[in-house]
């Protein structure tokens, strides 16, 4: 197990652009003192949770007050994890990561709420409404259900549908924060960005009120970017001592997956990332196509290897495609010492992807159905 830590960290500090990546994590630990994730896999053992292959490879890197909800669980307390999608295009493996989170804290016994983030779509990316709410429902909701978020135990709502409770809620917090102080943590402000911080502060608290269970510890896991969201929130939380009882909440953090153009994964550059609703030979040429961490010839790569490292399409194994260590390990040894080439390796993990998608998308169908009955759909 440490072997194995030692080897992700190993390999990627010696990478340029991971290492810049791996600079920037670190960063985000010592400057604004999140903690390691690894730090708490005995913890997790203890409370018979076993540690998911994100932990395990350092993905998910980081945490804030985790240790505190997995020593309230052990103790018998209810814990419950929520997260938020803004419904602005379609459902990516960006997503999957998140909703594979999800999964693994309802299956280990967190009660599970998701935002649909409509409020946020429309104010701060003008996504039209009728879209955010189709978006919301038929991509983001069905995907999460076929991929075996169980829709009975988890509460899936819009913003803009929420209720009172929690609209009284961002109107308390409006009067806790200054100015001075969101600036400082998201720059320049506009009064969406404002009204979409705060709501996001809403989702992340409203859980607690009676109204909306009474749940008391919540972790939220979020991409390292979200994290300015997560430390108003945790201030907001303090302020609000002697009108309401609001815990801070705890979070985690993954790195977030580099896309397939070595860019950033985006569902507006439909070739930095793959769909899962992309047909399989849409999803094939994506793969083949993906930027990888090979040499210019095959000679050459023979006798240097490759560099995983900087390759998204071990980054598609190591995130999505192979949980299993020992496959991993063997990708990652072969294409160091240039026994496999990448169109060899490709065709490795497509058999994967392939598979992935086509039994994904067999369950896709149902779970569009059963969507849009989970969920109250707003009305305008
Ligand atoms: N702002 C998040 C995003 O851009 C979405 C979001 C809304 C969210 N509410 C949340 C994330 C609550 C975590 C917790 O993706
Ligand atoms: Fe990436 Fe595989 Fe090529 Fe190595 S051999 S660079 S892991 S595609």
Same mark, same amino acid.
Not at 305 to 318: A, K, Q, R, T
């Given at each position: 197990m440490v072997r194995w830590l030692a080897f992700v960290e190993g390999a990627e500090r010696l990478d340029p652009w991971g290492a810049v990546e791996i600079k920037d994590y670190d960063r985000l630990l010592k400057v604004f003192g999140i903690r390691p994730f690894k730090e708490l896999i005995p913890l997790l053992s203890k409370a018979g949770m076993e540690p998911s292959h994100l932990m395990m490879r350092g993905i998910i890197f980081g945490h804030r007050d985790f240790d505190k909800i997995i020593e309230a669980k052990i103790r018998g307390e209810r814990v419950a994890v929520l997260t938020g999608f803004m419904p602005s295009g379609k459902f990516h493996f960006g997503h999957k990561l998140t909703v594979d989170q999800l999964i693994y804290l309802q299956r280990n016994g967190f009660k599970v709420f998701v935002a649909i983030a409509d409020a946020e779509a429309s104010i701060v990316r003008k996504i039209r409404r009728e879209d955010a709410i189709r978006i919301g429902v038929e991509e983001y909701i069905a995907n999460m259900i076929a991929l075996g978020l169980d829709p009975k135990e988890t509460e899936f709502y819009f913003q803009t549908n929420r209720g009172t409770p929690y609209y009284r809620l961002i109107q308390l917090f409006s009067g806790r924060v200054t100015a001075a102080e969101m600036e400082a943590i998201y720059g320049d402000l506009t009064p969406s960005k404002i009204m979409a911080a705060l709501t996001q502060a809403a989702d992340i608290l409203h859980v607690q009120l009676e109204e909306y269970g009474g749940y008391k510890h919540v972790v939220v896991p979020v991409g390292a970017d979200q994290d300015p969201h997560l430390r108003l929130t945790r201030d907001i939380a303090d302020r609000m001592e002697g009108l309401l009882a609001l815990e801070r909440p705890a979070s985690t953090y993954h790195k977030l997956q580099p896309g397939l153009d070595g860019k950033k994964m985006s569902s507006s550059r439909p070739d930095s990332t793959i769909f =899962?609703? $992309?047909?399989?030979?849409?999803?094939?040429?994506? =793969?083949?196509?993906? !930027?990888?961490?090979?040499?210019?010839?095959?000679?050459?790569?023979?006798?240097?290897?490759?560099? *995983?490292? #900087?390759?998204? #399409?071990?980054?598609? $194994? =190591?995130?999505? !495609?192979? *949980?299993? $260590?020992?496959e991993v390990r063997s990708i990652y040894d072969s294409c160091r010492s240039g026994r496999i080439l990448c169109g060899e390796c490709k065709l490795v993990a497509w058999r994967k992807l392939e598979k992935l998608v086509e039994e994904h998308q067999r369950k896709l169908e149902k779970a569009k159905d059963i969507a849009w009955s989970v969920v109250e759909v707003p009305r305008f």
């Open positions: =899962l609703t $992309d047909t399989l030979e849409e999803a094939r040429r994506k =793969l083949m196509r993906a !930027l990888t961490g090979g040499r210019a010839t095959a000679e050459e790569q023979r006798r240097l290897g490759g560099i *995983p490292e #900087v390759c998204s #399409v071990y980054h598609m $194994d =190591l995130y999505h !495609l192979m *949980p299993e $260590d020992s």
